[in-house]
């Protein structure tokens, strides 16, 4: 990727605060409520519960922005996919079994066409990611949301000695697994960017066969199937690349997470950076740039997790606190 953010441009290159979402903001509201009631998370990715002999895992999310897209093109037939894929891969990262879902729609008014396609996108994913629907709520509030919420909730288990141990070791291996495009994260700078001179009905530059409303919507890949070639080669931590993009890496450790082999970026990320002269650091600060999921894995193991997936080794762990990655050095 480029900057392409060019000091003469009459406009103004785009940031994800200035569009409405700041990351270190919502970090530090997120870390004052768990302050507030005294939670101490278990793992980065998942709180844990002691049941005996293993553990009850619990992960929550929702699709976010990616929802307005959606709505504008009126198709929810993979918003579903997204919704499930946030959380289960959230206990993946945490070395845990996703095992049953529950999700929560909100909505201002019924509409029968968008709650049939979201529950065939869930039953996609579910399928995908081998869960369970124990159940769920559609909360019709006029008065509290306007147009519709998607999110869920997604229960784990595992042994106490299969959990990850979550924290990277100098030395280790990074191997990367693609991503689908850009998922459920960035959306609200990725939405802005590609409206400011195209609709979402036009025809996608890099493949005119599909529209940028379809490309946008691509469902975000679901990685439980990396859960059992993570064990079997001893991965040691692992980061679900969303909010936050390649600053992720940092929830495996205070390191330096040197990636000097990444994984293409999709054309999606080159279409949302010109359209939107965004930086490249800005890019990846917010976007997966072509990689969904990272595992911090010994060397000597790593080319054994690579033949059991579609990853590479993309990098290593070094002395430090920073990911480097495309002549890029981030904190």
Not at 98 to 124: H, K, M, Q, R, S
Not at 299 to 321: K, P, Q, S
Request: hydrophobic share 40%; with cysteine.
């Amino acid at each position: 990727m480029t900057d392409n953010a060019d000091e003469g441009s009459e406009t103004e290159g785009l940031t994800y605060a200035e569009t409405g979402v700041d990351i270190e903001a919502s970090e530090d509201a997120t870390a004052a409520l768990l302050e507030a009631f005294g939670s101490d998370l278990t793992t980065e990715y998942a709180g844990l519960l002691d049941i005996g002999d293993r553990y009850l895992a619990l992960a929550t999310d929702g699709v976010g922005t990616k929802l307005l897209v959606a709505e504008a093109v009126r198709d929810f037939s993979t918003i579903g996919i997204d919704c499930i894929a946030m959380n289960a891969n959230d206990l993946v990262a945490a070395g845990v079994e996703p095992v049953a879902f529950v999700d929560y729609l909100a909505i201002d008014e019924p509409d029968d066409d968008l709650t049939n396609e979201i529950g065939e996108g869930l039953a996609v994913g579910l399928e995908e990611a081998d869960l369970t629907l124990l159940g769920g709520e559609t909360a019709v509030m006029p008065e509290v949301v306007s147009g519709f919420d998607l999110a869920g909730t997604c229960a784990g288990l595992a042994d106490k000695d299969a959990i990850l141990e979550g924290e990277a070791r100098v030395g280790d291996a990074l191997v990367g697994v693609p991503s689908n495009g850009i998922h459920s994260n960035g959306l609200t700078l990725a939405r802005e960017a590609v409206t400011r001179d195209h609709e979402y009905a036009d025809p996608f530059p890099p493949n005119p066969d599909v529209t940028i409303g379809e490309e946008l919507l691509r469902p975000t890949r679901i990685y439980a199937d990396l859960l059992e070639p993570m064990r079997d080669h001893g991965a040691r931590a692992a980061a679900h690349v969303t909010g936050g993009g390649w600053t992720n890496l940092s929830r495996m450790g205070e390191h330096r997470y040197v990636i000097d082999d990444p994984l293409p970026a999709q054309p999606v990320f080159g279409f949302v950076q010109d359209e939107g002269e965004v930086s490249d650091e800005e890019m990846h600060r917010t976007f997966n740039m072509g990689t969904g999921f990272v595992v911090a894995v010994p060397e000597d193991r790593a080319d054994g997790l690579v033949d059991a997936t579609d990853g590479r080794v993309i990098g290593r762990v070094e002395d430090g606190d920073s990911v480097e990655i495309r002549g890029l050095s981030m904190s």
